[in-house]
């Protein structure tokens, strides 16, 4: 992990209960109406590393009973420190172990069944995964290459246009929302809007074919 002091470390929020309420806010708005994009208002003086919205995200979310994995991008910088020292998280060094993931653009996500799935009794002890990626914008269903999302939160279908997820993406979710009420939860993030993925969400990616057909 990286060594950081603490001097040199960002601000949190200015006012730690507003901030953290109104992120959490925007938290909950983006997993109740999955494929919504939603904006992430802070003040916190978030790492360099990372996308800002991400950061927000964890440091509202985040406190000292939490244990938190980062991919190797952010590892290598001063996240860990930030979060550490303005939540009190414990940084774990397998994903497996964490309540809380953060993948940073371009690293590998973690195949969704290695993180914590939580219990048929206690489906809240599963992982929350917070995913950087380059664009993810609500779009219409005609859309081509977007994803139809349907489920609970979804007036019949909502399409979403997402540029920074893995290849097998598709087959991912669909083996994590089949293990439901087991299974992680995974919110999408650019620099500054969420798009909330629950695992009571279907996603199926429309090919151009599928599209005329």
Do not use: K
């Amino acid at each position: 992990m990286n060594t950081t002091p603490l001097a040199s470390l960002g601000a949190g929020f200015s006012n730690e209960a507003f901030g953290s309420q109104a992120v959490f806010r925007a938290v909950l708005q983006a997993l109740s109406h999955p494929g919504r994009t939603v904006a992430v208002e802070h003040d916190a003086q978030t790492p360099v590393v990372g996308h800002a919205a991400s950061a927000a995200v964890l440091l509202a979310l985040l406190d000292s009973d939490c244990t938190l994995w980062l991919s190797p991008r952010l590892a290598a910088s001063d996240a860990g420190a930030w979060l550490r020292f303005h939540t009190g998280c414990s940084l774990v060094s397998e994903a497996a172990q964490a309540r809380f993931v953060w993948v940073a653009q371009g690293d590998v996500v973690p195949p969704l069944d290695s993180l914590a799935l939580g219990s048929d009794i206690y489906p809240d002890q599963s992982a929350t995964c917070v995913v950087d990626v380059l664009r993810a914008t609500a779009t219409t269903t005609d859309s081509e290459g977007a994803w139809h999302l349907r489920g609970p939160g979804i007036q019949e279908v909502a399409a979403l246009q997402v540029e920074g997820l893995p290849d097998d993406f598709e087959a991912r979710w669909a083996a994590n929302h089949a293990v439901f009420p087991r299974g992680v939860d995974l919110v999408l993030a650019t620099a500054g809007h969420i798009v909330g993925l629950p695992r009571t969400t279907r996603a199926a990616r429309v090919t151009p074919a599928l599209q005329e057909a």
